[in-house]
């Protein structure tokens, strides 16, 4: 099945710790995204990348870390400098270039600070 | 910057009626609009995407109709059933955000049996 992978379901994080989501896609796709949801709003960007080893900041970056090492792989590390990471996070992906990008999302990681 | 707005933010139907959604951008000078579905705590699925030079997409029951002079999309769901009640999201892709997307906060809907 071709698709986008995230885990885990459900994170609970403590206080000043450091914790990663995992996102692995078996799309071929070049682009992936980091978006976060937080109830009543629309998604908000907060990385993307568009090829291997490289990566922006999006719109809500601060607190936040990626890497891209590999295309199939884009893990998000919610940092202690992130004040109020308790939300929903949704990791996507789509081609490089203009016209037909149909971005397709994983099912998401619930992340509660505890 | 793209503003996304969705309204009405919620709406209830009994079952076999047309379901209408908005979506309204500030920003016309976009290559696509696509639209989603959100069942609680779960992720996105892509319904439909038009292209910035299409005027409507069609899927079986759903057509979506794309006009970007007034920044409007709409979502059309005919004859609504129970299994269609989730949160729609619209997200609108600039021209020079390089497939970033700007969503809307979804319209919640319930149809009821």
């Known amino acids: 099945d ?3 992978t995230q885990s885990p379901k ?16 078996n799309l071929n796709h070049d682009a992936m995204y980091w978006y976060r949801q937080d109830p009543g709003q629309g998604l908000r960007l907060i ?16 607190g936040y870390s990626v890497s891209r090492e590999k295309k199939e792989s884009f893990p998000l590390t919610v940092t202690s400098a992130q004040k ?9 992906s789509s081609i490089v270039g203009a016209g037909n990008t149909e971005a397709f999302f994983g099912q998401g990681t619930r992340l509660t600070v505890v | 910057k793209q503003e996304v707005t969705q309204i009405p933010a919620a709406l209830s139907v ?8 908005n ?12 639209w989603f579905r959100q069942d609680p705590g779960k992720g996105l699925t892509s319904l439909l995407l038009i292209q910035s030079s299409q005027r409507e997409q069609t899927s079986g029951r759903l057509n979506a109709s794309l006009d970007k002079s007034s920044g409007r999309s709409t979502l059309y769901i005919a004859a609504s059933q129970p ?21 809307g906060a979804g319209t919640q809907v319930v149809v009821t049996p």
Do not use: H, M
């Open chain 2, 83 to 103: 299994g269609d009640s989730a949160t729609y999201l619209c997200a609108a892709q600039g021209s020079d955000s390089w497939g970033k997307l700007q969503f």
């Open chain 1, 84 to 92: 109020n990471p308790t939300a929903f996070y949704l990791c996507a």
């Open chain 1, 2 to 4: 071709g698709g986008i």
């Open chain 2, 23 to 34: 979506c309204s951008f500030t920003d016309s000078a976009i290559y696509n609009l696509q």
């Open chain 2, 14 to 21: 009994p079952e076999g009626e047309n379901l209408v959604l």
């Open chain 1, 10 to 25: 459900y994170l609970f994080r403590k206080e000043g710790q450091n914790v990663t989501l995992s996102c692995e896609q």
């Open chain 1, 47 to 62: 990385y993307y990348s568009q090829i291997v080893n490289d990566f922006q900041k999006g719109d809500i970056a601060e």
